[in-house]
Structures are given as structure tokens and as C-alpha cells.
């Protein structure tokens, strides 16, 4: 009897959990296309924009590298025709700062789509990957959506200290952030962080999970993913529903319990702490990507023409969950 209740329990819940994790569409199954001449474009913009963010080390430790990246970050954004606006976090290590911009929207423009990822490496790696590649995504939709007509406010930002020692703590850049716009009544109605989004294999076995994540995933990583806690399951399905009908590129996704190691590992958590709906999108960061937080996360490990069919995607996504013109 024991032996069937325990088959019984262990059943019921691996179905629960392919409840949450089956999202709507179907990934991209073709042979990819060559790219387009604007993502070729893309992809020489974020060749530069991860070289100029993260060919060192850049953190409070490594203080003027990080000013540098902040830096660069302000100059090609004003570049584009960006008014950038600065929150400034003082820490025991000295001043440091958030970057925002934004475009403002029309009919509904009180509710904000935010696009986020974090410029700092953690210490002892160069960090190209993580977050270079976030970072330098962001910077691309910023560009190409800086004429958008949205019925939604579109906001992008370049968040300070998501590594430790600071990451979950008050000085950590998003967190900040996120406590001021629930401060300031700012209805977000949705948060992306690109993490760790620029390393893909068609090497089979290339692709690990936490259990038991593994039963329901491909072995191969060579695709994007979307990863919401359980509150936020709406807008997953509503959001990769979307990249899948504009990207001509693989995805995966799944609403999964936060406890999951890897699930709430990034900026998207300090929205989560304050109740906005929000996302991590991520090529699985240390599941996939052989020098995670090591000194051999350099700009070169980085795929650019595979991030630029991901920033093509998510461009479509963001025009139309913004409502674009």
C-alpha cells in the first residue's frame, strides 16, 4: 500500500509540475536562416557593446573598470537620443549607480514594460557573458525601439551590484530600484532581466537542469529560455506565445517554483520581493555555460549572431506586448 500511495504522490506532483512548465506555441524547430542585413547590424553592435562592458573585470572592487562600463553605457545611450537618468546608491566601498531611460507611452502609458540587466561582473571574472550579453542586448532594444509609439511606457535599465556580496541585499542596484517604483505607486506591469543570455550548443548533453526540471527539457542547449516564478505565469505564457510567433529561433519556458536553484538568481527577484510580475530570460547561465563566474568569461565566448536572432525576437515581443506602432 505504502509503495502505491508513494507512486501515487510522486505522480500527481510530476504532472502539477508539467501543468506549469508547458507554455503555449512551439519552439522553432527549423534549421536557422541567415541572417538578416538589420541583424547583422545587431550583431556588430553587441560584438562592440560586449567588448566595451566586459573585457575585465568590472565591479566596487575593480572601481574604475565599473565607472567605465557605466561610462559607456550613459555615452551610447545618449547616442541614440536617450535622456539617461541616474539612481545613485551609496555602499561602504563608495557611490554607485542605476541607469534608466525611457520611451513614453500613448493611451496606456501609466503601465510600464521594463527591460533590465545588471553591468557588474562578480569578483575574480571578466564577465562577458554574465552580463555582458544582457547588458548589450538591452542597449540593442533600446535602439530599436527608441522610435516606437507605445500605448505602454517601454523602460530599459542598466542595474549596479546583482553579484555577491551584494546580491538579495539593500545595496543591490535592482532591489533598490524595485522598492522605489513600489514607493512611487509605478505600475509595472511587467520586468524582464536578460541574464546571461549569449552562449548556445548544439553538442548533445549540452543542456543540464535542476531536477526535475530534466524530464520535461531538451538535452541540447541551443535555445533561449523564459523563467517565471508561479505569480507570474500569466505573463510567460503571454510573452513566449509571442516571441514564438515572431522569432525564428528555439525557445523554452516554464513557470517554476522559486525554490528551484537557479529560478529566482537574478534581478527579476527584486521585483518578485515587491509583488510585479516579472521574468528572467537566460540561456541557463551555469547549466549550460562552461565558465560561469570564472576569469574565462570573455567576450569572445559569446555568440553573436545567435544573440542577435534572440534580440530580433524579443524586439517583435516587446513591440507588440507594449502595443506598439
Same mark, same amino acid.
Given at each position: 500500500m505504502?509503495?502505491?500511495?508513494?507512486?501515487? /504522490?510522486?505522480?500527481?506532483?510530476?504532472?502539477?509540475?508539467?501543468?506549469?512548465? +508547458?507554455?503555449?506555441? =512551439?519552439?522553432?524547430?527549423?534549421?536557422? +536562416?541567415?541572417?538578416? =542585413?538589420?541583424?547583422?547590424?545587431? /550583431?556588430?553592435?553587441?560584438? #562592440?557593446?560586449?567588448?566595451?562592458?566586459?573585457?575585465?573585470?568590472? %565591479?566596487?572592487? %575593480?572601481?574604475?573598470?565599473?565607472?567605465?562600463? /557605466?561610462?559607456?553605457?550613459?555615452?551610447?545611450?545618449?547616442?541614440?537620443?536617450?535622456? =539617461?537618468?541616474? #539612481?545613485?546608491? &551609496?555602499?561602504?566601498?563608495?557611490?554607485?549607480?542605476?541607469?534608466?531611460?525611457?520611451? $513614453?507611452?500613448?493611451?496606456?502609458? %501609466? &503601465?510600464?514594460?521594463?527591460?533590465?540587466?545588471?553591468?557588474?561582473?562578480?569578483?575574480?571574472?571578466?564577465?562577458?557573458?554574465?552580463?555582458?550579453?544582457?547588458?548589450?542586448?538591452m542597449l540593442e532594444l533600446a535602439r530599436l525601439l527608441k522610435e516606437a509609439k507605445p500605448a505602454r511606457t517601454l523602460r530599459f535599465v542598466a542595474f549596479v551590484n546583482e553579484e555577491p556580496?551584494?546580491?538579495?541585499?539593500?545595496?543591490?542596484?535592482?532591489?533598490?530600484?524595485?522598492?522605489?517604483? +513600489?514607493?512611487?505607486?509605478?505600475?509595472?506591469? /511587467?520586468?524582464?532581466?536578460?541574464?546571461?543570455?549569449?552562449?548556445?550548443?548544439?553538442? $548533445?548533453?549540452? #543542456?543540464?537542469?535542476?531536477f526535475p526540471l530534466n524530464f520535461f527539457y531538451p538535452s541540447t542547449g541551443n535555445f533561449i529560455a523564459f523563467v517565471s516564478n508561479l505569480r507570474s505565469r500569466a505573463l510567460l505564457h503571454e510573452v513566449i506565445a509571442s516571441f514564438r510567433r515572431h522569432a525564428e529561433f528555439p525557445s523554452e519556458g516554464a513557470a517554476a517554483p522559486a525554490f528551484l536553484p537557479g529560478v529566482d538568481w537574478s534581478d527579476h527577484w527584486s521585483f518578485w520581493k515587491e509583488g510585479y510580475p516579472a521574468l528572467m530570460v537566460t540561456d541557463t547561465a551555469l547549466y549550460r555555460y562552461p565558465w560561469y563566474h570564472t576569469v574565462h568569461d570573455t567576450p569572445d565566448k559569446v555568440d553573436y549572431e545567435r544573440l542577435a536572432r534572440v534580440v530580433t525576437g524579443l524586439h517583435k515581443m516587446l513591440r507588440e506586448l507594449a502595443q506598439a506602432d
Open positions: 505504502l509503495f502505491w500511495l508513494t507512486l501515487a /504522490a510522486a505522480t500527481a506532483w510530476l504532472l502539477w509540475l508539467w501543468y506549469r512548465v +508547458k507554455v503555449p506555441g =512551439v519552439s522553432y524547430p527549423g534549421a536557422l +536562416k541567415p541572417l538578416s =542585413v538589420e541583424e547583422r547590424v545587431i /550583431a556588430d553592435n553587441l560584438r #562592440q557593446h560586449v567588448a566595451a562592458i566586459a573585457s575585465r573585470e568590472h %565591479n566596487l572592487w %575593480n572601481r574604475q573598470a565599473l565607472e567605465e562600463a /557605466a561610462g559607456y553605457i550613459e555615452r551610447t545611450l545618449s547616442g541614440i537620443g536617450y535622456a =539617461v537618468g541616474a #539612481q545613485r546608491i &551609496e555602499t561602504e566601498l563608495g557611490e554607485v549607480r542605476n541607469l534608466e531611460v525611457e520611451v $513614453p507611452g500613448g493611451a496606456r502609458g %501609466n &503601465e510600464i514594460v521594463l527591460v533590465g540587466a545588471h553591468y557588474d561582473s562578480v569578483l575574480g571574472a571578466v564577465g562577458a557573458n554574465d552580463n555582458g550579453s544582457g547588458v548589450g542586448a556580496p551584494f546580491y538579495r541585499g539593500d545595496e543591490m542596484g535592482s532591489r533598490y530600484y524595485a522598492r522605489r517604483s +513600489k514607493e512611487w505607486g509605478e505600475n509595472i506591469v /511587467a520586468m524582464f532581466s536578460l541574464e546571461t543570455i549569449g552562449y548556445y550548443s548544439e553538442e $548533445p548533453r549540452s #543542456q543540464r537542469y535542476p
